[in-house]
């Protein structure tokens, strides 16, 4: 967010509406109307003081109502923009024209009342529309007894109370009276899956969400009961299973599966009471009951399709399709988030890097026009001159004063040698505070800068730009965190934590002497792309880089494009997929800047991001040909293939044509046969998955079980088909279809671990008994055909993992670099990834990733250029010896081993070193320094430390 | 300080992505611990030379951290 907000190039317009949208792509022009904030945006300092002598009260909406707020605020302290706010509707002035308290309180004079709306005309040449979503109907809440006891909460409201930011300070309080509450229960699927509200979806991230919320609940209260009410625990994303388990076995909490039918008063509690299964009742006592609410489409989705001239589907959100996820029906206007349908971080954030790439690639004509490009003034050279250092302590308004004694801190770094400047600052990261940073650099020539303040992993970037302003290098900055790691965690102690502060300051400045300015290092980029797959993953990543005007590279291993798509022939909504097959290759094979090389394979790659050169083996007959490929960037999508377990349920299955997997029964019921929908059918959900061969969930065999099932049915009415299931997990809209195929008569029935079907081989065939929990007696059965719904595996990902130094998973799936910030990108700069390589996944979510690690590594060849953090290792190699211990210990391959007049030496790639100074460390001659953090740096930081008793 | 009270120096030294950035999460929760740590942050434990625990003992340190 607060990366958003500083970019130069990206302007946020909050508090506003969308009037109109005309024009066409390319070209629009969108009306937006600002409503007043009543404070001006570039004078506030956020310093809070309006708040506190504001005298009016009232219902804080940012912590869903059940906190207090004054009508003057800010919804919480790293809002974006960090800009305080009047609620029209609750002011004094506003509503009654009296008191206006605040406007000379404001040190800064940021209020102003005489605010009007304003129109703004913006000429864009996209649209993409992410509003999120809304809220589901009170009725859905009221069942369960929401508004009439106050202890019945949604897990929203939940997710405040949770959070130290929240209206108990982050403690779990019942709202009715404040007690600490011993037994909670969640209840899922409150507005999805049910047709009451018309929300017949499913909201695909309520299972999960709310076994966070269970397990953090839990962490703040061991002692504390947690029970789940669930109908099935939807948890099919990646490692997702894993996290459930954890929830169970090691945090305790319970799972029930059963349909909770009321929520009452009891006593001084709440009672509810549920059916499970096979019919019983129960009930049960709670201090608080959590509803676990599903995502609706927002409230006003109307009147943006409207505006923007797209179609909604029949829930109101975003009409799209299977192959064009992020395109609604309006050309030109893309959507992104959970207006596509309810979706999680790791989507959101997907989706939105697609729909980014997307519109930039249409609009490459324009790239670079309108880009507002930062200049600095020249550095002057520090290195020569002694150092002439200023020190800051900040005192965060009363962050770090409350508790430490800032005036003496700042008295005390005033007596160091070579301290020319110091002071203390009320917010030292306010764009004032930047100002006077800069006026005092200039009229003390100071050379070194020390701030005393919060954290440099948040703030050191800030702070540098200002260096930067003011002409000096930013490596001559140091940073001492007195808030984080003192004022905050000794709030108890302010002479202890004062003391603390002096010593970390006369730390800091003893290092800061030493600072050297850092060369700032670019490295240019060759504009092409590797692709290791040509599945559907690796062709739309082709075509999107290509749509940016990359040339790039299909390295696939077999004799032709498709993967694993070539054996799809319908999907769930009905699409035509061999057609859009067929169509993809077509487009690939057309494009001129994609080159494809077939029954090709990676043998070796070397490089870095930008910068990679790779040897490729291509077999033509009998001939093999090695090409040489240099290219900026990879990008991963060696896809994956289903995987048939030797063992179902315990059981070695013969092999028969009356077993097959879901994939074989597609392709049996594609074709033309005349029994191809044989009589009856079981269906085996989870067949070595979930435990079995396969640890995790497939994420994509309820939905082909369900599609297959639905198929059947349409081909020959009559058959039986009995799906035998652990839990469907039929998320978002294909829940439509799961109730589509009960209502046609497939038969699900629930199996657990410790009661699952017994298969045994009978003649060329199968017998199958299972336990029927709605009959409650055991049924026994053989069917014409058992169909294994069967889990994917990744194709070979170990040798790849070797190849790049890229890691995988327990499953032997890639490993991406941050399951929610970076869900497309390895941890290894350069290479990006997509497709069944990362996780089981639809094709239509495939599409979505493959459009986002394209538009992601086409970031790097639209600069041309990377940026190398300055702080990376360097070799002095008139002091190497050469021995290499520095290239094998480096994780990053950032050290390679020169002839340097016959000798052997060791130097930095700049580009793929990490800093972390493992090389330093191990170096036998002291030849390696890490810029920033030299050994002189630490072991004067560690002299400054053991100063304490000698003063 | 009180001289009878068991108050040891302790130097830490943290790693910028884990635990530095852990302290900062402890900060940020208010979580409360003794005063008696001081911090060198450093980019990785990686670049811990062993002569860096050394120097701090002989400059009076009762116990190093390394949080990594």
New interface residues.
């Given amino acids: 967010m607060v990366e958003a907000g500083r970019s130069p190039n990206i302007e946020i317009v909050s508090n506003a509406d969308l009037l109109s949208l005309d024009g066409k792509p390319g070209n629009f022009t969108a009306t937006v109307r600002v409503r007043p904030r009543y404070i001006d945006a570039e004078a506030c300092t956020a310093c809070g003081l309006c708040t506190k002598y504001c005298p009016r009260h009232m219902v804080d909406g940012y912590n869903e109502g059940l906190g207090i707020t004054r009508p003057i605020h800010i919804d919480y302290p790293q809002a974006v923009p960090a800009t305080y706010y009047i609620d029209p509707s609750a002011c004094l002035f506003l509503q009654h024209g009296t008191c206006q308290i605040c406007v000379p309180v404001c040190r800064s004079r940021a209020i102003d009342f005489s605010q009007q709306p304003t129109e703004r005309k913006l000429a864009v040449g996209a649209v993409i529309m992410a509003p999120g979503f809304g809220r589901v109907p009170e009725a859905a809440l009221t069942r369960y007894g929401y508004g009439q006891h106050p202890d019945v909460v949604t897990s929203i409201e939940f997710e405040r109370l949770l959070n ?1 930011s929240g209206p108990f300070k ?1 403690e779990v309080r019942c709202i009715s009276d404040q007690r600490h509450p011993h037994r909670i229960a969640f209840i899922q699927c409150v507005g999805s899956r049910d047709l009451g509200c018309d929300n017949g979806y499913c909201s695909s991230v309520c299972c999960m969400y709310a076994l966070k919320e269970a397990m953090v609940a839990k962490e703040h209260d061991p002692e504390c009961e947690i029970t789940i009410y669930y109908m099935d625990m939807r948890t099919q994303g990646k490692d997702f299973d894993a996290a459930r388990k954890r929830a169970e076995e090691h945090s305790g909490i319970r799972f029930v599966r059963a349909k909770v039918a009321a929520v009452t008063s009891w006593d001084q509690g709440l009672k509810l009471t549920y059916a499970t299964m096979d019919g019983s009742h129960g009930f049960t006592g709670y201090d608080m009951v959590v509803l676990s609410v599903g995502l609706d489409a927002p409230t006003d989705a109307g009147k943006l399709a409207a505006i923007g001239g797209f179609a909604l589907n029949r829930y109101d959100f975003c009409r799209t399709s299977t192959f064009a996820p992020l395109e609604s029906s309006s050309p030109g206007v893309y959507v992104a988030g959970a207006f596509q349908g309810p979706k999680d971080i790791p989507e959101s954030v997907t989706q939105a890097a697609a729909a980014a790439g997307i519109a930039t690639g249409r609009l490459k004509t324009q790239r670079g026009t309108g880009v507002i490009l930062k200049s600095y003034p020249t550095e002057k050279t520090a290195d020569a001159e002694a150092p002439r250092i200023g020190v800051w302590i900040c005192h965060c308004g009363i962050n770090i004063s409350g508790v430490v004694d800032v005036h003496k801190v700042t008295d005390y770094a005033g007596q160091m040698e070579n301290v020319v400047y110091f002071n203390d600052s009320m917010y030292s990261c306010s764009q004032d505070a930047q100002e006077t940073i800069k006026e005092k650099i200039k009229e003390h020539k100071l050379n070194r800068v020390v701030i005393a303040a919060c ?4 703030h050191e970037p800030l702070f540098q730009e200002t260096l930067k302003d003011a002409g000096l290098n930013r490596s001559l900055f140091e940073m001492v ?1 007195i ?4 004022s ?6 302010p002479e ?2 004062t ?2 502060s002096m ?2 300051v006369r ?1 800091g400045v003893a290092k800061a002497r030493l600072i050297q300015p850092l060369p700032e290092q670019t490295v240019p980029v060759n504009k092409s792309a590797l692709i290791i797959g040509g599945g559907v993953a690796g062709m739309t990543a082709a075509l999107t880089l290509a749509d940016q005007g990359f040339p790039c590279t299909i390295v696939e291993r077999q004799d032709l494009l498709g993967g694993m798509l070539r054996q799809a022939h319908y999907n769930l909504p009905g699409d035509d997929v061999p057609g859009f097959l067929k169509n993809l290759v077509d487009k690939v094979k057309k494009n001129k800047l994609i080159d494809v090389l077939t029954n090709a394979a990676l043998l070796a790659t070397e490089g870095f991001v930008g910068n990679f050169a790779s040897v490729v083996q291509e077999t033509k007959g009998k001939k093999m040909v090695e090409h040489t490929i240099d290219h900026g960037v990879i990008l991963v999508a060696t896809g994956g293939r289903p995987h048939r377990p030797a063992k179902v349920l315990g059981v070695e299955l013969p092999k028969s044509d009356r077993i097959v997997t879901q994939q074989e029964l597609e392709a049996q019921l594609a074709g033309k046969a005349k029994n191809r929908a044989p009589g009856s059918v079981v269906m085996i959900q989870c067949a070595g998955s979930r435990g079995d061969d396969l640890a995790y969930c497939s994420k994509i065999c309820c939905n082909e079980a369900v599609k297959n099932a639905l198929k059947i049915k349409e081909i020959n009415p009559a058959s039986q088909v009995i799906v035998l299931y652990r839990e469907m997990r039929t998320y978002g809209y294909a829940e439509d279809a799961y109730r589509q195929a009960r209502e046609k008569g497939v038969l699900f029935v629930p199996y657990t671990m410790d009661n699952k079907p017994v298969l045994a081989a009978k003649g060329k065939g199968v017998k199958v008994s299972y336990h029927d929990p709605i009959l409650r007696e055991a049924v026994e059965l053989a069917p014409e055909l058992l169909v294994l719904s069967v889990g994917l595996v990744p194709e070979s990902t170990d040798e790849l993992s070797k190849l790049l130094k890229i890691p995988v998973n327990a499953d032997k799936f890639f490993l991406e670099a941050h399951a929610k910030l970076r869900p497309v990108e390895l941890p290894v700069a350069g290479i990006f990834l997509a497709g069944l390589a990362h996780a089981p996944k639809p094709l239509e979510e495939i599409i979505v990733q493959a459009q986002a690690a394209a538009a992601k590594a086409a970031m790097p060849l639209v600069r041309g250029k990377v940026e190398v953090e300055p ?1 990376v290792s360097h070799v002095d190699q008139d002091t190497c010896i050469g021995c290499g211990i520095c290239a094998s210990l480096c994780p990053f391959q950032a050290i390679q081993m020169l002839k340097v007049d016959n000798k052997r030496k060791a130097e930095t790639i700049a580009a793929s070193c ?5 090389c ?2 191990h170096c036998p001659t002291f030849a390696i320094s ?1 810029g920033g ?1 030299t ?1 002189e740096q ?2 004067a ?3 400054a ?2 100063a ?2 000698k003063e | 300080m009180s001289k009878e009270a068991f108050s040891p120096k302790i130097l830490g030294f943290l790693c910028n992505w884990c635990c530095y950035a852990a302290a900062d999460s402890a900060g940020v929760s208010r979580y409360q611990y003794p005063p008696n740590l001081r911090t060198i942050r450093i980019m990785c434990t990686g670049r811990l030379d062993p002569a860096f625990i050394l120097r701090g003992f002989a400059e009076g340190a009762a116990g190093i951290f390394t949080g990594g």
């Fill in positions: 130290p982050g954290s440099p992993r948040t965190n808030r984080d790691h003192c905050w965690v000794h709030a108890n102690e202890a934590a003391q603390k010593d970390l730390m702080i990490k800093a972390c100074g493992i330093a460390a890490m953090f050994n630490i072991n930081q560690i002299q430390f053991g304490i008793d």
